[in-house]
């Protein structure tokens, strides 16, 4: 049970405070030092990470412009990156390798889908069109549901399981044997990144898609 | 085999499920996605200029079908650490 579920390291208030908080404050301290230093310095450098994310985006999505949405899916993008790759530090644990952060980026998705909808198409027209075949809205609700379930199980159990994996081999030969895992870990963490944009971006695609 | 210790009976079922599960929940997705990467890779040599298309259509049904095989993996390490029936009977 101690192995997937994350240790509480101390209280505030009362709230507990556990290893996977600290290492999402980590990342987010890390994200904005990153962010202040290349734009004062390397503001270049900048531009291209918003280039490369809005032509990854705009690949995806059918809208004509997607600077509308890329606020949401860049920083997600970003945060899932370095939310998968901070596990390589020593001490830190992923946050993403603890059930409830890949959850909760899910339900930002999965509300995200219908602010975008309907601020699209107006509250009556978007839940007219998501039940046109009236039958049609169990499976629907049903759809919604659990592609929300999915996109936050998918990420859980990848990153769950490099993790896993390189403490295994860890523990039978702690010398360089674990270095692979480590780097397929790696990637796997910036591909499940890029995973995790694409579908969202595709289901808000999918929200806001006009009937022609 | 019934005059087991029901202890060592679900500790015994739950590695040999495990065992079976992940065997057959890795194989089958790695057998399918190798033919989506097969007929993918068809597609880029015989039209390289749609290669960036195919790559996302690829890479999005891809983590659609590995979804299933992280299934398998999710169960199975709900049975072998945090088991429901060994909580629920032996405590």
Do not use: C
């Amino acid at each position: 049970m101690e192995s997937i579920t994350p240790q509480i390291i101390f209280y505030v208030f009362g709230i507990p405070i556990n290893s996977t908080i600290i290492s999402t404050w980590i990342g987010m301290l890390l994200i904005i030092i990153l962010a202040a230093i290349t734009s004062r310095y390397f503001p270049h450098a900048l531009d291209m990470l918003g280039e490369f994310l809005s032509s990854m985006v705009s690949g995806i999505m059918t809208a004509d412009n997607v600077d509308e949405y890329l606020p949401l899916l860049g920083s997600l993008a970003i945060f899932v990156a370095v939310a998968n790759s901070i596990g390589i530090i020593p001490i830190l644990s992923a946050p993403t390798s603890d059930i409830n952060t890949p959850i909760a980026l899910a339900l930002v998705v999965f509300f995200g889908v219908y602010f975008y909808g309907i601020r699209k198409k107006g509250i009556i027209n978007y839940f007219k069109e998501l039940a046109s075949p009236i039958f049609l809205l169990p499976f629907e609700i049903i759809g919604q549901v659990s592609r929300t379930v999915s996109l936050s199980l998918r990420l859980f159990g990848n990153i769950l399981s490099g993790e896993m994996i390189s403490a295994i081999v860890f523990g039978l030969l702690p010398l360089i044997a674990p270095l692979p895992f480590i780097g397929l870990g790696l990637f796997l963490g910036i591909l499940q990144a890029y995973v995790f944009t694409a579908l969202a971006s595709l289901y808000i695609d999918l929200a806001i898609a006009t009937e022609n | 085999m019934s005059d087991m210790n029901p202890e060592y009976l679900i500790t015994f079922t739950t590695i040999l499920v495990s065992g079976i599960g992940i065997i057959l929940g890795t194989a089958i997705v790695a057998i399918v996605e190798g033919r989506a990467v097969i007929k993918a890779l068809d597609g880029i040599t015989r039209q390289p200029e749609s290669a960036n298309d195919i790559r996302t259509t690829l890479l999005i049904s891809m983590a659609l079908l590995e979804s299933s095989s992280i299934y398998v993996l999710l169960v199975i390490l709900i049975l072998i650490f945090a088991n429901p029936m060994i909580t629920q009977f032996f405590n």
